[in-house]
């Protein structure tokens, strides 16, 4: 089956810090990628999408680029600030699937000052 | 836009009985999810909707739990009977489903469940 695997947390940074979060995938079509940000007492929010190989998604300084040969969305800060710290989900989504999602388990981020 | 709105925000029962929580989606929007958030089993898709019929309920955990959308602007998914093991933050989102494109999921502020 579908399966987004993400590297375990917590990940602690200082501030200004380079951030990465790993994400690669099992799907058994050709998938879109998201990114989505859960900021503490809050629902989950659409942080980046791509939907096909070598896409690369953006928003708020993040980055995520399609890797099908590595089958991996792996997402990308260069200059983290304390407002990033959350828990940050890797997802995709197959066409038949309608707008089901299959997540992974989530990064939480924390960073400090 | 008010958003997706999901009452109580807090919940705190007793083992036994029943719970009811519910979900207002985003007007015009024909699909709607139920996830479940646990520190163990982290983000778990329990059902969804797509205009208003349950399109994969394979998440649903046990007979304990239902849900229902009985038209495209509510939904509620019901414990019976509650057990200390449902204690979770329980989300609803919704989103517009079109042939074959891709619309983001809008996220609730989630339901905190306690079952003492």
């Known amino acids: 089956g579908d399966s987004v695997t993400q590297m375990e947390g917590p990940v602690t940074l200082s501030e200004e810090a380079f951030l990465t979060i790993n994400c690669t995938y099992t799907?058994?079509?050709?998938?879109?990628l998201f990114w989505y940000v859960q900021y503490p007492g809050e629902g989950l929010q659409l942080l980046l999408k791509a939907t096909k190989a070598d896409d690369k998604g953006s928003n708020k300084g993040f980055e995520a680029t399609y890797r099908k040969e590595t089958t991996s969305f792996h997402l990308e800060k260069g200059s983290v600030q304390v407002s990033d710290s959350a828990v940050y989900f890797c997802?995709?989504?197959?066409?038949?699937?309608?707008?089901?999602?299959?997540f992974g388990g989530g990064t939480r981020v924390l960073v400090k000052p | 836009d008010a958003g997706v709105i999901q009452s109580p925000r807090h919940e705190v029962t007793e083992m036994g009985q029943e719970v009811t929580l519910r979900c207002k989606p985003i007007s015009g929007h024909n699909s709607l999810f139920w996830y479940r958030q646990t520190m163990m089993r982290g983000l778990e898709l329990l059902i969804y909707f797509n205009n208003n019929v349950p399109i994969d309920d394979s998440g649903m955990p046990e007979d304990r739990f239902s849900a229902k959308m009985p038209n495209a602007s509510f939904s509620t998914l019901k414990i019976q009977p509650s057990e200390p093991r449902d204690s979770a933050v329980y989300f609803c989102?919704?989103?517009?489903?079109?042939?074959?494109?891709?619309?983001?999921?809008?996220f609730g502020p989630g339901t905190r469940l306690t079952v003492l």
């Open positions: 997802a995709l989504r197959i066409e038949a699937a309608g707008n089901k999602l299959t």
């Open positions: 799907a058994t079509g050709y998938p879109s």
């Open positions: 989102a919704s989103s517009y489903t079109d042939r074959g494109a891709y619309n983001e999921q809008f």
